[in-house]
């Protein structure tokens, strides 16, 4: 396993603009999505929760995403080529600041080109909860935090407070 960091809140590698994978680096992609499988797989385990993790988040400055949801994903390159006109609000969390959560606006759908770990390129819809998602992913590629997307000033909470959101329940919290 390599199990590697997750930089944290604060940390200016994560405000950086991550570079395009060039077709020569498909195996040193590889080797990165195993490790972002593994570092995610570990906060997991310690956290309870986790969907998706970018490659800037454990110091790699390469546009690589790799994401377990109703299955694993390596997503190489991944970009936006279509959003709706429909808005979401919802609570997203990230492991950079597994502790705080931030009240966001995303695109209740949107569309995805990348190339995945054999060099062909995907084109996929992503709705709801995995347009959120993806949205956030690609973020951390672009050095974009959820941070800086919140709705206004009073849109932070520590998840140990998210009982207090909307009445008791933890609804429309993500689980990024």
């Known amino acids: 396993m390599a199990i590697k960091k997750i930089l944290r809140l604060g940390n200016p590698d994560l405000l950086t603009v991550s570079e395009i994978v060039k077709s020569n680096e498909l195996e040193y992609a590889k080797v990165v999505g195993t490790d972002l499988k593994d570092t995610?797989?570990?906060f997991q385990q310690r956290y309870g929760w986790g969907r998706a993790i970018a490659a800037p988040q454990i110091g790699?400055?390469?546009r690589i995403v790799f994401s377990q949801t109703t299955e694993e994903k390596l997503l190489?390159?991944?970009e936006i080529v279509e959003t709706s006109k429909e808005m979401i609000e919802l609570w997203d969390d990230c492991m950079s600041f597994p502790d705080l959560l931030v009240k966001v606006k995303r695109y209740k759908s949107c569309k995805i080109k990348f190339i995945n770990e054999n060099?062909?390129?995907i084109i996929v819809d992503f709705n709801d909860n995995l347009s959120e998602l993806i949205q956030h992913e690609i973020d951390h590629l672009d050095g974009i935090l959820a941070t800086m997307r919140?709705?206004?000033g009073k849109s932070f909470c520590l998840r140990s407070e998210k009982y207090l959101l909307n009445g008791s329940t933890n609804s429309n919290v993500s689980q990024n």
Request: glycine share 6%; net charge negative.
């Open 60 to 62: 790699v400055k390469k």
């Open 76 to 78: 190489i390159n991944p």
């Open 119 to 121: 060099g062909i390129e």
């Open 150 to 152: 919140a709705i206004d």
């Open 40 to 42: 995610m797989q570990e």
